[in-house]
């Protein structure tokens, strides 16, 4: 009975690889395959072996740094034009093109898309967020850094021989340091950084791993006196909870969210980015009515 169990299990993955074969998506997914969590928003890299974690490797919870001072965004506008960087996943793709379009009428204001999608700052054997982050500062310098990351990040983190599996205290610690080190790069470089929370998401359970995420974030934001933009309000119903169409400020409901339950609409995003242009304008003094400039007195012709 066994071997023949096992016979048609041969024969069902067999069955299955060579279907995966005769198509360009099954291909691609053999030669990468895709860590799914909740839907697709999980990083492309294969999934990390789970190991014990020792009490003694579960890292106590960080002191209290001292808090960095960096140049004001007023005083950088005056010195010449703002720039502004965001970096993050996918979701940081759509706050990015929100963004743009909300501070384009600025003419002394740049906005420059660093976001890459499938990454995040569990998987640092896939894409190391620290050190792409340092190349892409050398390349372009920055004066302001919006932050959105998450949507991939609901994944053991390995710190060097000890997996910590996610939501685990070893998890939140070694989670919680990736942001400490990340805010402290870009502070080195005098970049004020200001870091976007998660949205409310449709599937119940990602949503409590990406709630869990925002609060291991915002704790670290307050910790370190980095400008916090919670984003579960905006992108929820008025019971608090997921819903694909919203109503805007005049009361007419539109389509907020993409179809993976993820993700946003170009729409979604624009509420999204709304309050990141609102808090920027206001630290760079850009929503207070600018002084005209003073003309000169007319020159008396010579006598």
Known sequence: MRAGINALTAIFVVGVLAGLALTPDGRAWLRNPTVMLGDKAAASAPPLAPAPVAAAAVAAPAPAP????????????????????????????GLYAGLYRDLQDQPN?????????????????????????????DEHPVDVAVMLFGTNDAQGIDTGGTVHMFGTDGWKAAYGRRIDELVAL????????????????????????????????????????????????????????????????????????????????????????????ARLKRDAGLDRPQAAPVAAPPVSPAA
């Open 186 to 277: 870009l502070r080195s470089r005098n970049v004020a950084v200001y870091w976007v929370g998660l949205p409310r998401m449709k599937r119940d359970t990602f949503d409590a791993r990406m709630m869990l995420i925002n609060g291991v974030v915002e704790a670290r934001m307050r910790a370190l006196g980095v400008p916090w933009i919670e984003t579960v309000g905006l992108t929820s119903n008025a019971e608090g909870g997921y819903e694909a169409y919203l109503p805007t400020d005049g009361g007419r409901r539109v389509l907020m969210r993409a179809g993976d339950g993820i993700h946003m609409s170009m729409a979604g995003y624009l509420r999204m980015s709304a309050p990141v242009a």
């Open 66 to 93: 001292a808090i960095v001072r960096v140049t004001p965004l007023s005083a950088r506008l005056a010195q010449g034009p703002l720039r502004i960087g965001v970096f993050g996943d996918s979701m940081a793709d």
């Open 109 to 137: 204001v740049s906005v420059r898309k660093f976001s890459q999608v499938s990454t995040g700052l569990s998987r640092y054997d896939y894409v190391n967020i620290q050190a792409r982050t340092q190349a892409q500062l």
